[in-house]
């Protein structure tokens, strides 16, 4: 009797002991969410549309860690600003704010990130101490060990949304290492200048009588192609050279 009570233990501790490892682990919970993503209807998954930005900042970070194909953190590498999809040499407050964020972000996760804004030295004047610096003249001609670079973009989306794309990518061959999509809907998108602007509609001129009775002003424009009768030839000339039968 004891002997089969000691085989049900054993059994019982065991598949406890299976199930506790088949757990989800924290890349499939990120990979599942990522996935879960209802696209064909109209956002049936709120979930995954976030609405504070600090939630849609640490999404980027997670899938950043969990895509990464290169599997090693060891790399160091740079962040650049999130741009606008539209202008890609542009960005704006709300770009430098991702961008600055993910400093934070990818270091928790063991990521070895520079900043390579650093001055020589530290600049001091009425206004305080500064090291960080946009200004090209200030910064350093080289970043040592670094081949990995953080890009990113951000574009107005349907529904009042907004886009955020983000990827890893070698500096050297362009190729990516790791990737990250997500959907924000800002709460007040005046916060960062990110509203959608209204088309307005145009005005019935029937409702107040101002309908014009004149024909419309429409037409070819007829301009100059600044070339004279006797230096352009026609399409019948061969090679540019042609007599004066052929010149119009």
């Known amino acids: 009797m004891k002997y089969y009570l000691s085989l049900f233990v054993i059994f019982f501790l065991s598949g406890c002991y299976s199930n506790y490892n088949k757990a989800p682990s924290y890349e499939n919970y990120v990979l599942n969410k990522v996935r879960s993503s209802e696209y064909t209807k109209p956002y049936?998954?709120?979930d995954n549309i976030y609405q504070d930005l600090n939630g849609a900042i640490v999404a980027v970070a997670d899938q950043l860690l969990i895509t990464n194909i290169a599997k090693t953190k060891n790399t160091r590498i740079i962040l650049t600003s999130f741009v606008d999809l539209n202008k890609l040499n542009k960005t704006t407050t709300f770009g430098r704010l991702i961008s600055e964020s993910m400093f934070n972000e990818l270091h928790i996760r063991k990521f070895k990130v520079t900043d390579f804004r650093g001055q020589e030295a530290v600049s001091v004047n009425a206004d305080g101490e500064f090291h960080i610096t946009r200004d090209v003249e200030r910064l350093k001609d080289y970043i040592d060990e670094t081949n990995y670079i953080v890009v990113g973009t951000y574009v107005k989306f349907e529904n009042n949304t907004i886009l955020i794309n983000a990827r890893i990518l070698n500096s050297e061959t362009g190729k990516?290492?790791?990737?990250?999509?997500?959907?924000?809907?800002?709460?007040?998108?005046?916060l960062f200048d990110m509203c959608f602007?209204?088309?307005k509609k145009p005005k019935d001129c029937k409702l107040n009588n101002s309908c014009s009775t004149t024909k419309p002003n429409y037409g070819i424009d007829i301009v100059t192609d600044n070339c004279s009768k006797v230096s352009c030839p026609t399409q019948q000339c061969k090679d540019g050279i042609c007599d004066n039968s052929t010149l119009y």
Request: a positive charge; proline letters at 5%.
């Open 44 to 46: 049936a998954n709120v």
């Open 176 to 190: 990516i290492i790791s990737t990250a999509r997500v959907i924000y809907k800002p709460v007040d998108c005046s």
């Open 197 to 199: 602007k209204k088309k």
